[in-house]
């Protein structure tokens, strides 16, 4: 009888035995299935988040139409005489086009479309502005807005993508100025075939050409670059032919910018500590190099002054209107270091 129960419960046990392997094994692979689920999670994540910074890298700036008269702005500009030269004979002979248009005659086919060539921070950006308000002044663009961007907003990462990418910028920039920095950069200097600037330039050409009385395009950055840019297409050699040269800034010009970021901002400065100023500046023109910031370094210097001399008074209890307004040599010294 013992020997019966035994063998029974033997039976039984042999008879789970492949229930129990069946929900080892289940749990075993919901365990795996949890990892690579929780891995594709993971690797989605980095992926979605690389995406959100390329957009966030790659978002246009787009700037309304400003109130206010564009020609007395671009003659309030510092330095920049030739340039200002340029943009005022492209008015004026657009003006008399239009008066020649009115009366019946034949007029020229134009090209508004610019180049700006010159090094960074010598005004491109803030005079691609006021040339989008002057077309609109000149009845060229309905709204004389501007949108800028760069090659990171134009190409995308993937094939297909790129001419999506380059059309949503255009749409922006629909009776007002596409301002492109760099533009160079959809060209790389080492003819990168799987590269996608190609694209973007091919999809600009067709939209310029299908929009040519809605959009205006400003192409901007470096003369040696830009050349080769221009060279590299035909199509770009026949729709870029203005160019306007924006000269680096001098010693004298970018002492003037100093001061300008100064009074705007209700800051004062010694006569010592001008004096310095001026040396200083005179010193970095003459060591400059091609990346030199010209404007910027300007307002870098001046943001650094203006913490220094907050470093400064920190410790002083009741400072004066005049403390609080007053840059010193030291304030500026310690701003270089």
């Given at each position: 009888?013992?020997?019966?129960?035994?063998?029974?419960?033997?039976?039984?046990?042999?008879?789970?035995?492949?229930?129990?392997?069946?929900v080892v094994a289940s749990v075993l692979v919901?365990?795996?299935?949890?990892?690579?689920?929780?891995?594709?999670?993971?690797?989605?994540?980095?992926?979605?988040?690389?995406?959100?910074?390329?957009?966030v890298k790659a978002e246009p700036v787009v700037?309304?139409?400003?109130?206010?008269?564009?020609?007395?702005?671009?003659?309030?500009?510092i330095g920049l005489e030739a340039v200002k030269?340029?943009?005022?004979?492209?008015?004026?002979?657009?003006?008399?086009?239009?008066?020649?248009?009115?009366?019946?005659?034949?007029?020229?086919?134009?090209?508004?479309?610019?180049?700006?060539?010159?090094?960074?921070?010598?005004?491109?950006?803030?005079?691609?502005?006021?040339?989008?308000?002057?077309?609109?002044?000149?009845?060229?663009?309905?709204?004389?807005?501007?949108?800028?961007?760069?090659?990171?907003?134009?190409?995308?990462?993937?094939?297909?993508?790129?001419?999506?990418?380059?059309?949503?910028?255009?749409?922006?920039?629909?009776?007002?100025?596409?301002?492109?920095?760099?533009?160079?950069?959809?060209?790389?200097?080492?003819?990168?075939?799987?590269?996608?600037?190609?694209?973007?330039?091919?999809?600009?050409?067709?939209?310029?050409?299908?929009?040519?009385?809605?959009?205006?395009?400003?192409?901007?950055?470096?003369?040696?670059?830009?050349?080769?840019?221009?060279?590299?297409?035909?199509?770009?050699?026949?729709?870029?032919?203005?160019?306007?040269?924006?000269?680096?800034?001098?010693?004298?010009?970018?002492?003037?910018?100093?001061?300008?970021?100064?009074?705007?901002?209700?800051?004062?400065?010694?006569?010592?500590?001008?004096?310095?100023?001026?040396?200083?500046?005179?010193?970095?023109?003459?060591?400059?190099?091609?990346?030199?910031?010209?404007?910027?370094?300007?307002?870098?210097?001046?943001?650094?002054?203006?913490?220094?001399?907050?470093?400064?008074?920190?410790?002083?209890?009741?400072?004066?209107?005049?403390?609080?307004?007053?840059?010193?040599?030291?304030?500026?010294?310690?701003?270089?270091?």
């Amino acid at each position: 009888m013992k020997n019966d129960l035994t063998i029974s419960k033997v039976l039984k046990i042999g008879c789970l035995y492949p229930f129990i392997i069946f929900v080892v094994a289940s749990v075993l692979v919901a365990i795996f299935d949890d990892d690579d689920k929780a891995k594709e999670d993971g690797q989605e994540q980095v992926e979605q988040t690389d995406a959100k910074a390329d957009t966030v890298k790659a978002e246009p700036v787009v700037n309304e139409v400003l109130e206010g008269d564009p020609y007395q702005e671009l003659d309030e500009l510092i330095g920049l005489e030739a340039v200002k030269k340029e943009v005022r004979s492209l008015a004026n002979f657009v003006k008399v086009q239009k008066q020649r248009e009115a009366q019946g005659l034949k007029i020229p086919k134009m090209s508004y479309h610019l180049v700006f060539t010159g090094s960074p921070g010598t005004g491109k950006t803030t005079v691609a502005r006021i040339v989008a308000r002057i077309y609109k002044d000149l009845g060229i663009l309905k709204k004389g807005h501007t949108v800028e961007t760069d090659r990171s907003g134009l190409v995308a990462k993937y094939m297909g993508q790129t001419a999506l990418k380059t059309d949503t910028i255009v749409n922006k920039a629909m009776h007002g100025v596409l301002f492109i920095d760099e533009a160079y950069a959809l060209v790389p200097e080492d003819g990168n075939g799987s590269d996608y600037g190609q694209e973007a330039i091919s999809t600009l050409l067709k939209r310029m050409e299908d929009y040519r009385d809605s959009l205006v395009v400003i192409i901007a950055g470096y003369p040696k670059e830009m050349k080769r840019f221009i060279d590299s297409n035909p199509g770009l050699q026949s729709r870029f032919n203005r160019y306007i040269d924006f000269p680096d800034y001098t010693a004298e010009e970018l002492t003037d910018i100093f001061k300008m970021y100064m009074r705007k901002n209700q800051y004062t400065m010694s006569d010592e500590a001008l004096g310095f100023l001026e040396k200083q500046l005179e010193y970095v023109v003459a060591h400059k190099d091609r990346n030199f910031g010209n404007a910027r370094y300007c307002r870098n210097l001046f943001e650094k002054s203006i913490q220094q001399q907050a470093n400064r008074l920190t410790g002083v209890s009741n400072a004066s209107k005049e403390q609080l307004m007053e840059l010193t040599i030291e304030d500026i010294q310690n701003a270089l270091r």
